[in-house]
């Protein structure tokens, strides 16, 4: 179920190119990016709703890697953005998305973050009334057009950290507010015209998609039965799950549009709400399994246990560190070899957390083995840091049996630039 080919060298490739040879052209930590695979994801998902509701769109949660070039494939393949912050919306216009290709769903948003926004001409999916407030005082609302962020109270999500609706999130406006706050948006001046929920990421049930739905219909309708609201789009978000283990299942997403769209038309034929658009707002789906680590194991060592000891980290890809996220790992140069031994595949930061994986049945692993980790394209690369004072590492996309970079990696100046030592500090 993961998206691994071997060719017939028995080493791992993506993109129809071998790894083996990415490395050794491109050096090691790498994240090599499959163009065909965003492509194909993108395309597998819109197919499947747009044959069910004509008036759909995908607005890629572009949180989940925002490489320009990445970016750039989701424009020409005719996406939208959900940007989360205005380092998004600023990304996603420099990428070439029209501001009306840009929903701004931010959380604990700043005055001169939403006027960044607002000047920028994008639409702000306001998630308090808080932020309503403070909007109405920044710009003219008359006539401006809003969506509010509700929490359905559905949550899911593969580790407690990635859910985002229910009694425990910080995110949207409750139920039983939703008509007022609306009726507070038009009394304001504004034109709410849309609503917007996502329950959490990593989902592989479709069973919270279709009661969140079913929930935030109900708000919705609501909403339009009691107050001036016509709704131009209802946004269910993202959180569509893709597998990390062989043996997880694979979402059916033909399946998952059709109960999706049915549930959808369903309501709004029974508020009589006509045909606004629906939106989501996948990331991991579109992007998630298109891309691999590639890291060069350099250390074997028997201690207590046996730790496999590779050239990158939790500075490089967190979501192990931080979630317990499993990443399928496959030595690359000894693709079909089968498992022999259970082992920890450790990073090199100096932190005992640093582990891509724990007790893990892998070939027999030597000094110089490719080590490739899968489904390192949503929330890997993005979330990197410089700790340890480690420079970022370059990217490269494969398209056509050809590799380009299109991330250099940082280099130790990097690390620096935006510090000043004060000049007392300074040694003369
Ligand atoms: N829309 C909103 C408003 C979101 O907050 C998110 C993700 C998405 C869409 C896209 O969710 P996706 O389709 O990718 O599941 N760092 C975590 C995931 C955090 C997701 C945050 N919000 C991880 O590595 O698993």
Request: charged share 25%.
């Amino acid at each position: 179920n993961l998206n691994l080919k071997i060719n017939e060298k028995k080493h791992a490739e993506i993109g129809g190119i071998d790894c083996n040879d990415i490395a050794s052209e491109f050096g090691t930590p790498l994240y090599v990016i499959d163009e065909e695979r965003i492509r194909d994801n993108y395309n597998r998902v819109y197919n499947a709703f747009s044959k069910n509701y004509k008036n759909f769109k995908i607005f890629y949660a572009c949180k989940a890697n925002t490489n320009l070039a990445v970016m750039r494939i989701l424009e020409s393949e005719g996406s939208s953005i959900d940007a989360v912050s205005t380092g998004e919306v600023y990304t996603a216009l420099k990428s070439g998305f029209t501001s009306d290709r840009i929903l701004f769903t931010g959380n604990n948003v700043r005055d001169d973050e939403m006027d960044y926004v607002h000047n920028s001409n994008v639409r702000i999916n306001v998630d308090s009334i808080s932020q309503l407030k403070r909007l109405a005082k920044i710009i003219n609302p008359d006539g401006y057009k809003i969506s509010f962020r509700v929490n359905p109270n559905v949550g899911a999500g593969h580790h407690k950290h990635c859910i985002t609706g229910g009694p425990m999130s910080k995110f949207g406006i409750m139920e039983e507010e939703a008509v007022e706050v609306y009726k507070l948006a038009i009394d304001l001046g504004f034109k709410p015209v849309g609503m917007h929920s996502h329950i959490g990421s990593g989902i592989l049930n479709p069973e919270p998609f279709k009661l969140a739905t079913e929930a935030m219909m109900k708000i919705a309708g609501n909403v339009f039965e009691n107050t001036d609201v016509d709704f131009e789009f209802l946004d269910f978000g993202g959180g569509l799950g893709i597998p990390y283990k062989p043996e997880e299942p694979i979402l059916d997403i033909e399946n998952f549009a059709k109960e999706i769209t049915s549930i959808y038309k369903g309501k709004l034929d029974e508020y009589g709400m006509g045909k606004p658009d629906l939106y989501i707002e996948p990331g991991r789906y579109i992007v998630g399994d298109a891309s691999y680590l590639l890291t060069r194991v350099n250390t074997v060592k028997q201690s207590y246990r046996k730790f496999i000891g590779v050239d990158s980290g939790f500075n490089t890809l967190l979501r192990p560190s931080m979630y317990e996220s499993y990443h399928h790992i496959v030595v690359a140069n000894k693709a079909n070899e089968k498992a022999v031994e259970n082992v920890d595949v450790a990073g090199n930061v100096c932190e005992s957390g640093d582990l891509f994986a724990r007790d893990r049945p892998l070939p027999k692993i030597d000094e110089g083995d490719l080590i490739a980790i899968l489904n390192s394209g949503a929330y890997a690369f993005s979330m990197s840091s410089q700790y340890n004072s480690r420079p970022r590492v370059a990217e490269v996309l494969v398209n056509d049996g050809g590799a380009e970079l299109i991330r250099e990696k940082e280099t130790y100046e990097d690390l620096y630039t935006k510090q000043i030592v004060p000049k007392r500090l300074l040694k003369d």
